[in-house]
């Protein structure tokens, strides 16, 4: 099994900054792929960024510029820094892991997840 526990969520204003975190433990060197993904009230989870084991990432374009997933495999930890931030980019964010080796922004390429941490945009 794999647990993810999510960290670094909170209240900014719009044009500011936050790291999240993405501790993993477990059975972590079966993970092909890590992602963030998120979910706003009353909207589907939609996939923000991944990260393969060989370091290639892929974005969404409404964040493409703005933020950056990037892995610490020391630490095993994942990290999504978030700039220039927007109210639409209000939200639950959730890390991801893939061990299946799908490396989409497909929900349903990812079967574990962690419980989420909440990031507040106001304008």
């Known amino acids: 099994q794999v647990q993810l526990v999510e960290s670094g969520g909170g209240s900014v204003q719009a044009g500011g900054s936050l790291r999240l975190s993405c501790t993993a433990s477990?059975?972590?060197?079966?993970?092909?792929?890590m992602a963030w993904f998120r979910q706003a009230p009353g909207k589907e989870r939609e996939g923000v960024a991944r990260?393969?084991?060989?370091?290639?990432?892929y974005y969404t374009d409404t964040v493409k510029g703005r933020f950056t997933i990037s892995q610490d495999s020391a630490k095993n930890t994942l990290y999504l820094q978030m700039n220039s931030l927007k109210p639409e980019d209000t939200a639950m964010y959730y890390c991801?892991?893939?061990?299946?080796?799908?490396?989409?922004?497909?929900?349903?390429?990812?079967?574990?997840w962690g419980q989420g941490t909440q990031v507040t945009v106001s304008s």
């Open positions: 991801a892991a893939d061990n299946r080796g799908y490396c989409s922004l497909n929900r349903a390429s990812y079967n574990y």
């Open positions: 990260i393969t084991t060989g370091e290639t990432t």
């Open positions: 477990g059975y972590t060197y079966s993970m092909y792929c």
